[in-house]
């Protein structure tokens, strides 16, 4: 990435922290954009405020950077909070902030990245791709979004490429505000099938490959950054045990798994 400009919305915290320094780190010039400045400065990375709800602000940053050749859209989040709990309209401003915002960064860094062939990198979520209890318009957001990336990459062709990251549970300085404490953290780690949710570093490190020459033929994919996912409710809520399987020769898929009522 030595020699290339990247922008990183959401870049000074948590997961876009760890995005914005693997591209510092992959030798990129990196600009991270948010309402707020980090609380320490981050190595190799430039602070530049913006307000990404703002589309005239958010046209005039993009107009005036000499060159861009990566977009990182991963500004977003959301507070838990069931639909009833509020009116609609606090549920249009998480919709608005991870679906509308990247569209209007994207549409403002076009001419850009057209010029550099470059790509548009999606920080996509695992709640966009299943039901999302206490977060369902943020998970509606992230769904829309990778739909709309893989729109894009159609439409945008061959000068922009464009992906999206579909991330699973990453532990951030505000993970216990989700998982708990220390107790909390390792019985989440315990649903993951590598045993560990993942880091900033770990988002980072994908985000620069598709960003990167070594994807120059990945477009309109979503990467799956989930740690192997989640293992199956059923699989531990069912009767029969590893022992029975064994007997009855339904192990390691030799039964039919129709009988099973499986797909």
Known sequence: MRGRTVVVTGGTRGVGAGIAQAFAQAGARVLACARRPPEQPLDGVEFAPLDLRDPPAVRAFFAALPRLDALV??????????????????????????????????????????RARGSVVMIGSVSGGRPSPGSAAYGAAKAGLANLAASMAVEWAPEVRVNTLVVGMVRTELSHLHYGGPDGLAAVSRTVPLGRLATPSDVGAAAVFLASDAAAYISGASLLVHGGGERPAFLDA???????????????GKEDRRQGGLG
């Open 73 to 114: 859209n991963n500004a977003g989040g959301t507070p838990y909070r069931r639909l009833t709990d509020a009116d609609a309209e606090r549920h249009a401003r998480v919709v608005e902030l991870n679906l509308v915002t990247p569209l209007t960064a994207s549409l403002a860094a076009y001419d850009h990245l057209r």
């Open 238 to 252: 069912g009767t029969v045990n590893k022992e029975d399987r064994k007997e009855d020769g339904r192990e390691d």
